[in-house]
């Protein structure tokens, strides 16, 4: 049962009403069931932000690290123990713009672990100000005339090294993004899946949206699947890249 994984006693979160992270913490919580994975064997790291905190509501040995840091400590974690499954659970914020660095070497030398990226394209911890994963012109915080830079194209960072697996889903496409846990899990190497998710309340509302639900109808119309076998998800593609 999913929720014996999880800290029930802690609900309500601290999550706004209507967040999307609820959902990445509900996806990886049923698949960590179904793959029969708990605090016997897998561990969940997290750097700073409102997705940070995911780590702390799960049963399971885990580490809040420092903001950014998660990928260092994850990779240690797997090194003293290879048998554990380390799962990094992380803002887009914390994973690529100060953890940028770790980002960048930690998918280089392709250990074992698995990444999920919450990419609500904003820090929305610290009041939704701008950061790498923004889309140019947004209008944010830090922002207000517009995000002036194209974003980090991640598919692209993941795939400089001849090994990868880069899977892009959203809280929308709950079976598929179910599906990506599981093959990212399974996977023997570095594995990063970028979940496009909603910040409601300090990105969503600013963008003229009127509530979480519209914010995954957004997704619903606007993210197509990718077709199988495709090499490169083309903008706005959900699916799974992957060389082993
Ligand atoms: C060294 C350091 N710099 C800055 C901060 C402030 N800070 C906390 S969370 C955060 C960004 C979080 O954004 P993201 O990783 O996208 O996560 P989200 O809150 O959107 O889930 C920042 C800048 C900090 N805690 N530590
Ligand atoms: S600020 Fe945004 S990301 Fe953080 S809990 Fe609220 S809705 Fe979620």
């Given at each position: 049962m999913f929720k014996d994984l999880l800290k029930m006693e802690l609900f309500p979160t601290s999550w706004c009403p209507g967040c999307g992270i609820g959902q990445v913490m509900i996806q990886l919580a049923t698949v960590m069931d179904e793959m029969g994975l708990g605090h016997t064997n897998s561990t969940i790291i997290s750097g700073v932000g409102c997705t940070g905190?995911?780590?702390?509501?799960?049963n399971v040995d885990g580490v809040y690290t420092l903001?950014?840091?998660?990928l260092p400590v994850a990779e240690a974690a797997k090194l003293v123990n290879p048998d554990l499954k380390v799962i990094v659970v992380s803002g887009d914020g914390d994973l690529t713009s100060i953890g940028g660095n770790h980002l960048l070497h930690a998918a280089r030398r392709n250990p074992d672990l698995t990444v999920l990226c919450n990419?609500?394209?904003?820090?929305?911890?610290?009041?939704?100000q701008a950061g790498p994963t923004t889309p140019r012109d947004t209008r944010t915080v830090s922002t207000?005339?517009?995000?002036p830079y194209d974003p980090v194209n991640l598919q692209n960072l993941m795939k400089a090294g001849g090994r990868y697996f880069y899977a892009r889903t959203t809280v929308f496409h709950q079976v598929h993004f179910r599906n990506c846990i599981k093959e990212a899990i399974a996977w023997p190497g570095f594995a990063f899946v970028d979940i496009m998710c909603h910040?409601?309340?300090?990105n969503g509302r600013r963008l003229g949206f009127k509530s979480a639900y519209e914010m995954l109808q957004h997704f619903r119309q606007t993210y197509k699947r990718a077709t199988d076998g495709a090499e490169t998800l083309e903008p706005f593609e959900i699916g799974i890249v992957r060389k082993g």
């Open positions: 905190r995911m780590a702390g509501y799960f903001h950014g840091r998660a990419s609500n394209q904003v820090y929305g911890l610290t009041g939704g207000p005339g517009g995000a910040c409601i309340e300090n």
